[in-house]
Nanobody, 123 residues
Framework: EVQLVESGGGPVQAGGSLRLSCTAA????????MGWYRQAPGNECELVSG??????WYADSVKGRFTLSQDNAKTTVYLQMDSLKPEDTAIYYC??????????????????WGQGTQVSVSS
């Protein structure tokens, strides 16, 4: 069964770090790419970071603090999150292939999505 599994979330104090993992079962991340998304209650879905065709990009809100990387087997993608802020609190999802956010909504019916992992940053 094709699926994605996120891990690595949890509680952390502001200024701390977490590393999220997105592991693919029964497929590898290819040129179709993938994305990391987040959504807090009452907030719109936000594309945090993504990669496609060898390019990586970041939302302005996380640029310089978050780093996306991939293992050599192309089965796990990491999101290293440093200098975390309370406004980073959300459920983080990974999805493949890469999909845009449309009208503030995550396109959960497109591609494969993980179950999400909660990140909670306290001040």
């Amino acid at each position: 069964e094709v699926q994605l599994v996120e891990s690595g979330g949890g509680p952390v104090q502001a200024g701390g770090s977490l590393r999220l993992s997105c592991t693919a079962a029964e497929f590898t991340f290819d040129d179709g790419g993938m994305g990391w998304y987040r959504q807090a209650p009452g907030n719109e879905c936000e594309l945090v970071s993504g990669m496609r065709n060898g390019k990586i990009w970041y939302a302005d809100s996380v640029k310089g603090r978050f780093t996306l990387s991939q293992d050599n087997a192309k089965t796990t993608v990491y999101l290293q999150m440093d200098s975390l802020k309370p406004e980073d609190t959300a459920i983080y999802y990974c999805a493949a292939p890469f999909a845009p956010v449309v009208a503030g909504r995550c396109l959960r019916d497109f591609g494969t999505w993980g179950q999400g992992t909660q990140v909670s940053v306290s001040s």
